[in-house]
Nanobody, 125 residues
Framework: QVHLVESGGGLVQAGGSLRLSCAASGRTFSRYPMGWFRQAPGKEREFVAATIWGGYSTYYADSVNGRFTISRDDDKNTVNLQMKGLKPEDTAVYYC??????????????????WGQGTQVTVSS
């Protein structure tokens, strides 16, 4: 059985940093797309970042580009999200996702096969 478990969320002041991690178990996702999405209260879940091909290709939402960095360690079957310059509008539950098809539209929620339970990130002003 496949599980994705996120960690690293918390409360941080605006301008601060957090590092989220997602550990996958049950199968390896080496080379396959893994990504981060987020959902703020009252809003739809939205794409944040994704990586494929062992991190060779990375993709970011415009709202986080230049502030967030996605990385992965395929030996450990993990994907991370380093977040810097956090803003109150980054407050959301952050979800890790993984796909079992190599070529997907990485920004599209239905393209992913597995999801974590989410970790809360709260940025105070």
């Amino acid at each position: 059985q496949v599980h994705l478990v996120e960690s690293g969320g918390g409360l941080v002041q605006a301008g601060g940093s957090l590092r989220l991690s997602c550990a996958a178990s049950g199968r390896t996702f080496s080379r396959y797309p893994m990504g981060w999405f987020r959902q703020a209260p009252g809003k739809e879940r939205e794409f944040v970042a994704a990586t494929i091909w062992g991190g060779y290709s990375t993709y970011y939402a415009d709202s986080v580009n230049g502030r967030f960095t996605i990385s992965r360690d395929d030996d450990k079957n993990t994907v991370n999200l380093q977040m810097k310059g956090l803003k109150p509008e980054d407050t959301a539950v952050y979800y890790c996702a993984a796909a079992t098809t190599l070529w997907i539209e990485v920004r599209k929620i239905p393209q992913y096969d597995y999801w974590g339970q989410g970790t809360q990130v709260t940025v105070s002003s």
